[in-house]
């Protein structure tokens, strides 16, 4: 009886663990590229490698995803948008300093360090856990001179399936992903 009391608490104890993300492993990388999960749960691997292409305004993404990336960008402009990527890829130094600049904002609002952290992973995942880390997201934002961050967001929304591209944090998947909607955030 004591044995499956043991085996029952160690289930448990694994069980909570594992679900707050305490334990975590390196993301697949034995299927495609295009598969690789990053997340709460799915590290970014440690030996991941890719190559890199700079944008025209300096951010840089996996060279990968370029083509369709572009091609995306074209026919956006092509429809009357005017946009850009505000962020590509991101080292884990960079994440970390994202981080840890949001969660000293919250400070500044008044929250304690704890409960700015909590907010602050609401917006910023962790380093070692960011799609930005292996370069296939991009955060694309309108040039609001010329296009609304409302007419971009409903036209990526509506086709960056057709070159690949997915919203990766929507506002109905919140307590899915662990993080709040990013209209903004794209992945390849």
Not at 138 to 144: P, S
């Amino acid at each position: 009886m004591l044995l499956l009391l043991g085996i029952l608490i160690f289930v448990v104890a694994f069980y909570l663990f594992s679900e707050r993300g305490d334990i975590h492993r390196s993301a697949d990388q034995s299927e495609n590229w295009e598969l690789i999960l990053v997340n709460e749960k799915n590290r970014v691997p440690i030996n991941y490698e890719f190559e890199l292409t700079r944008l025209s305004n300096g951010e840089q993404v996996d060279s990968r995803i370029y083509p369709d990336l572009q091609k995306m960008f074209d026919d956006a402009r092509a429809s009357g948008l005017r946009l850009f990527v505000r962020d590509g890829c991101r080292s884990r130094e960079e994440q970390q300093e994202i981080l840890d600049e949001k969660t000293e904002a919250y400070v500044q609002e008044g929250y304690s360090k704890a409960a700015a952290k909590k907010k602050a992973l609401k917006w910023v995942v962790r380093p070692g856990i960011s799609e930005h880390e292996i370069g296939i997201a991009v955060d694309i934002n309108a040039d609001t001179q010329s296009s609304s961050g409302e007419e971009l967001y409903l036209w990526l929304e509506d086709n960056s399936y057709r070159y690949g591209f997915v919203m990766r944090y929507p506002p109905d998947k919140t307590q899915i992903t662990g993080v709040n909607n990013e209209p903004l955030h794209y992945h390849m």
